[in-house]
C-alpha cells in the first residue's frame, strides 16, 4: 500500500488549502480514511476522518465549519478541503488508511502517507 499526499503549502491566516491523497495498491472497495496532523512538539491529532463509504464523517472540534473531508473511492483519493486557515493549523498533514471499517479517529491505523506541510503565517 502507498498513500502520497500533497496540496501543503504556505499560506495567510484565512486562506484555503486542499490536500490530497492518492492510495496506491490498495485493493478495497470500501476502508477507514483519515486525516492526521502533527504540530512541532505536540502529539499526533485526528483531524478527520471517516469509518466507511456509509458513515459520517468526524471532524476534530477545531476545524468543524473550516475543514471537509471527502473522498473519491473510484480515484482512489481522499481530499481535505481547508479554508480559514489559523496559524494554530500549522503542521505536517498525514493520510491514512485501515483495512478495518469504522476505525475511529486514533492515529493507530495501518498505512500512512510522508506527510504534507502545511504552514499558516502572516
Known amino acids: 500500500v502507498q498513500l502520497q499526499a500533497s496540496g501543503g503549502g504556505s499560506v495567510q491566516p484565512g486562506g484555503s488549502l486542499r490536500l490530497s491523497c492518492v492510495i496506491r495498491?490498495?485493493?478495497?472497495?470500501?476502508?477507514?480514511a483519515g486525516w492526521f496532523r502533527q504540530a512541532p512538539g505536540k502529539e499526533p491529532e485526528g483531524v478527520s476522518c471517516?469509518?466507511?463509504?456509509?458513515?459520517?464523517?468526524y471532524y476534530v472540534d477545531s476545524v468543524k465549519g473550516r475543514f471537509t473531508m471527502s473522498r473519491d473511492i473510484a480515484k482512489k483519493t481522499v481530499y481535505l478541503q481547508m479554508n480559514s486557515l489559523k496559524p494554530e493549523d500549522t503542521a505536517k498533514y498525514y493520510c491514512?488508511?485501515?483495512?478495518?471499517?469504522?476505525?475511529?479517529?486514533?492515529?493507530?491505523?495501518?498505512?500512512w502517507g510522508q506527510g504534507t506541510l502545511v504552514t499558516v503565517s502572516s
Open positions: 491514512a488508511v485501515d483495512w478495518t471499517l469504522g476505525s475511529g479517529c486514533l492515529p493507530s491505523y495501518d498505512f
Open positions: 495498491r490498495f485493493n478495497r472497495d470500501d476502508y477507514s
Open positions: 471517516i469509518g466507511s463509504r456509509d458513515s459520517g464523517i
